[in-house]
């Protein structure tokens, strides 16, 4: 019963490379290769007293990844979230210079979410990431209320 279920629904919603549009894959090697990491501290980010440096493992306007993040923040795709923990995983591994291990020392910063847009969507893609980030790190301590969101009408990236 279970197959006839997924044939169904893949009938109805087929999967497709999220870069590509490649049928049956949701993120194919070659849109997986392309995707860029960041290899040094975020320059965006300001140094203060409670954070010494802040990392992004990658541009959001990089075409593949933000297809993915969108297709997780407005199409609700939850099967991509093992992807995204498979494409965090290889930025951290190639970061052999940062002690990464358990996270122990570690923050997660979570970034807040309009609580509008929680409620519209469903559930806050940002837990999305948290989840991702505390799989890697396990012992990482979790701060939510670190970064306050600004009224804007500007769209965030």
């Known amino acids: 019963m279970r197959m006839a ?23 194919c090697a070659s849109c997986e ?9 975020c320059p965006v980010g300001r140094s203060t007293a409670t954070l010494s440096r802040i990392f992004a493992c990658s541009w959001y306007a990089h075409p593949v990844w933000q297809r993915l993040i969108r ?3 407005f199409e609700q795709i939850h099967e991509l979230t093992p992807i995204l923990i498979r494409l965090v995983t290889r930025w951290r591994d190639a970061h052999t210079e940062w002690s990464w291990g358990t996270g122990a020392g570690y923050t997660l910063v979570g970034i807040p979410t309009n609580p509008r847009h929680i409620q519209e969507r469903g559930r806050d893609h ?20 670190l970064v306050r969101r600004e009224e804007s009408s500007e769209a965030h990236a």
Do not use: N
Not at 8 to 25: A, K
Not at 131 to 138: A, C, E, H, K, T
């Open 71 to 73: 297709a997780i923040k």
């Open 5 to 27: 279920t997924t044939s169904f629904l893949e009938g109805v919603f087929p999967v497709r490379c999220v870069g590509c549009d490649l049928p049956f894959v949701w993120l």
């Open 126 to 145: 940002a837990m999305v990431w948290y989840q991702v980030m505390q799989s890697l790190l396990p012992e990482a301590v979790s701060c939510f209320g």
């Open 33 to 41: 290769g392309s995707c860029v990491f960041l290899h040094e501290a």
